[in-house]
């Protein structure tokens, strides 16, 4: 392949992305789909080159924006619990969609947050167990709300500091 088809697919994938819209992140595997005559490789070799050129940034594990990621910091990051920021930080390295709800998500209007309450995160069906074994290997207790139902049947309590539920919307 010459340079001047890289450059076509390369200004293909770009304009791809930018369709989507400025503040929408777009995934590597929904760009293989929007392209399946193109071997996946030359498209990970594109994402590549726009990012080397700052034309795109890379916001997590195959995920790409055209914002910055460190301009996406919610306003109230500095005042979540440390778990809550340790949670954060992780998923967005691994770029699965979710949001931070429960109390940490009123984070802006209290003074003091502890890290003694359960973290309530909302993320896609799909990724729930990825994400729960994320959390399980950096050493937090993490259910689902299928297991919490089960555990408050069973009339057993466990002292969790993650609960996942899973959830639809993610456009905010």
Do not use: C
Not at 32 to 43: D, L, M, Q, R, S
Not at 61 to 79: E, P
Not at 109 to 132: F, G, K, R, Y
Request: glycine share 4%; net charge neutral; aromatic share 12%.
């Amino acid at each position: 392949m010459n340079n001047s088809n890289n450059k076509t697919i390369e200004n293909r994938v770009f304009e791809a992305i930018k369709a989507t819209g400025e503040s929408k992140e777009v995934t590597v595997k929904e760009l293989y789909k929007n392209f399946p005559e193109i071997n996946e490789k030359t498209i990970s070799w594109s994402l590549y080159n726009l990012v080397q050129k700052n034309r795109l940034y890379k916001t997590g594990r195959g995920i790409y924006s055209l914002k910055d990621k460190a301009a996406n910091y919610s306003m109230g990051y500095d005042y979540l619990s440390q778990r809550a920021k340790k949670i954060y930080n992780s998923l967005m390295d691994y770029g699965y969609r979710y949001y931070i709800t429960g109390i940490d998500a009123l984070s802006g209007e209290l003074l003091h947050m502890t890290d003694d309450h359960p973290i309530i995160i909302v993320v896609e069906e799909e990724s729930m167990h990825e994400i729960q074994e994320i959390l399980i290997n950096q050493s937090m207790i993490v259910i689902t709300e299928s297991e919490r139902r089960k555990y408050k049947e069973m009339m057993y309590y466990e002292n969790y500091q993650v609960l996942i539920i899973k959830g639809k919307k993610f456009d905010f």
